[in-house]
Nanobody, 125 residues
Framework: QLQVVESGGGLVQPGGSLRLSCAASESTLNYYAIGWFRQAPGKEREGVSCISSSETITTYVDSVKGRFTISRDKAKNTVYLQMTSLKPEDTAVYYC??????????????????WGQGTQVTVSS
Protein backbone atom coordinates (compact mmCIF):
# COMPACT_ATOMS: atom_id res chain seq x y z
CA GLN A 1 0.00 0.00 0.00
CA LEU A 2 1.51 3.32 -1.09
CA GLN A 3 2.07 5.60 1.86
CA VAL A 4 2.40 9.32 1.46
CA VAL A 5 3.06 12.19 3.83
CA GLU A 6 1.65 15.66 3.29
CA SER A 7 3.46 18.73 4.57
CA GLY A 8 3.82 22.45 4.01
CA GLY A 9 0.61 23.73 5.49
CA GLY A 10 0.36 26.60 7.92
CA LEU A 11 -1.22 29.91 8.77
CA VAL A 12 -1.04 32.55 6.08
CA GLN A 13 -2.71 35.89 5.47
CA PRO A 14 -5.11 36.38 2.58
CA GLY A 15 -3.14 36.91 -0.59
CA GLY A 16 -0.25 34.85 0.68
CA SER A 17 1.32 31.68 -0.69
CA LEU A 18 2.15 28.18 0.45
CA ARG A 19 3.66 25.14 -1.20
CA LEU A 20 2.34 21.78 -0.14
CA SER A 21 4.38 18.63 -0.58
CA CYS A 22 3.26 15.04 -0.98
CA ALA A 23 6.17 12.70 -0.43
CA ALA A 24 6.61 8.96 -0.51
CA SER A 25 9.52 6.87 0.59
CA GLU A 26 9.31 4.75 -2.51
CA SER A 27 9.47 5.51 -6.20
CA THR A 28 6.15 3.81 -6.84
CA LEU A 29 4.57 7.22 -6.22
CA ASN A 30 5.83 8.12 -9.67
CA TYR A 31 3.64 5.50 -11.32
CA TYR A 32 0.42 7.01 -10.01
CA ALA A 33 -1.70 9.96 -10.91
CA ILE A 34 -1.88 12.00 -7.71
CA GLY A 35 -4.77 14.14 -6.60
CA TRP A 36 -4.96 16.83 -3.96
CA PHE A 37 -8.18 16.97 -1.98
CA ARG A 38 -9.30 19.26 0.79
CA GLN A 39 -11.90 19.21 3.50
CA ALA A 40 -13.05 22.15 5.55
CA PRO A 41 -15.00 21.78 8.80
CA GLY A 42 -18.64 21.05 8.09
CA LYS A 43 -18.07 20.75 4.36
CA GLU A 44 -17.78 17.86 1.96
CA ARG A 45 -14.42 16.76 0.70
CA GLU A 46 -13.45 18.47 -2.52
CA GLY A 47 -11.05 17.45 -5.26
CA VAL A 48 -8.71 20.37 -5.89
CA SER A 49 -6.12 19.30 -8.43
CA CYS A 50 -4.55 16.31 -10.10
CA ILE A 51 -1.45 15.41 -12.09
CA SER A 52 -1.00 12.31 -14.18
CA SER A 53 2.01 10.05 -13.89
CA SER A 54 3.27 11.27 -17.26
CA GLU A 55 2.73 14.91 -16.15
CA THR A 56 0.89 15.55 -19.41
CA ILE A 57 -2.45 15.95 -17.66
CA THR A 58 -3.17 18.45 -14.90
CA THR A 59 -6.59 19.39 -13.64
CA TYR A 60 -7.92 22.06 -11.29
CA VAL A 61 -11.25 22.80 -9.69
CA ASP A 62 -12.61 26.09 -11.00
CA SER A 63 -12.17 27.89 -7.69
CA VAL A 64 -8.37 27.50 -7.75
CA LYS A 65 -7.61 27.89 -11.45
CA GLY A 66 -4.98 30.52 -12.02
CA ARG A 67 -3.95 30.44 -8.37
CA PHE A 68 -2.75 26.88 -7.74
CA THR A 69 -0.16 24.92 -9.69
CA ILE A 70 0.46 21.19 -9.35
CA SER A 71 3.78 19.63 -10.27
CA ARG A 72 5.90 16.62 -9.50
CA ASP A 73 9.57 15.82 -9.07
CA LYS A 74 10.10 12.17 -9.84
CA ALA A 75 13.70 12.22 -8.65
CA LYS A 76 12.35 13.14 -5.20
CA ASN A 77 9.20 11.00 -5.33
CA THR A 78 7.27 14.15 -4.51
CA VAL A 79 4.21 15.99 -5.78
CA TYR A 80 3.76 19.68 -5.02
CA LEU A 81 0.83 22.04 -4.88
CA GLN A 82 1.92 25.66 -5.16
CA MET A 83 -0.84 27.88 -3.82
CA THR A 84 -0.86 31.62 -4.40
CA SER A 85 -3.35 34.44 -3.82
CA LEU A 86 -4.81 32.40 -0.99
CA LYS A 87 -8.30 33.18 0.22
CA PRO A 88 -10.05 32.41 3.51
CA GLU A 89 -12.22 29.89 1.65
CA ASP A 90 -9.06 27.87 0.90
CA THR A 91 -8.85 27.02 4.59
CA ALA A 92 -9.01 23.24 4.95
CA VAL A 93 -7.02 20.10 5.60
CA TYR A 94 -5.31 19.10 2.38
CA TYR A 95 -4.65 15.49 1.42
CA CYS A 96 -2.79 13.87 -1.44
CA UNK A 97 -3.99 10.54 -2.72
CA UNK A 98 -3.29 8.25 -5.66
CA UNK A 99 -6.18 8.47 -8.10
CA UNK A 100 -7.42 6.75 -11.22
CA UNK A 101 -5.06 6.82 -14.19
CA UNK A 102 -4.87 10.10 -16.09
CA UNK A 103 -6.92 11.76 -13.34
CA UNK A 104 -10.14 10.33 -14.71
CA UNK A 105 -12.98 11.47 -12.50
CA UNK A 106 -10.43 12.51 -9.87
CA UNK A 107 -11.34 9.21 -8.26
CA UNK A 108 -9.18 7.95 -5.39
CA UNK A 109 -7.96 4.39 -5.78
CA UNK A 110 -7.44 3.78 -2.09
CA UNK A 111 -9.96 3.59 0.70
CA UNK A 112 -10.38 6.57 3.00
CA UNK A 113 -8.91 4.53 5.83
CA UNK A 114 -5.52 4.63 4.10
CA TRP A 115 -5.38 8.35 3.53
CA GLY A 116 -2.63 10.26 5.28
CA GLN A 117 -3.04 12.76 8.08
CA GLY A 118 -3.17 15.68 5.73
CA THR A 119 -1.76 19.15 6.26
CA GLN A 120 -3.74 22.06 7.66
CA VAL A 121 -3.94 25.27 5.64
CA THR A 122 -5.44 28.27 7.40
CA VAL A 123 -5.91 31.55 5.59
CA SER A 124 -6.77 34.31 7.99
CA SER A 125 -5.78 37.84 8.88
Amino acid sequence: QLQVVESGGGLVQPGGSLRLSCAASESTLNYYAIGWFRQAPGKEREGVSCISSSETITTYVDSVKGRFTISRDKAKNTVYLQMTSLKPEDTAVYYCVPVRRDCVGLAPIIDDAYWGQGTQVTVSS
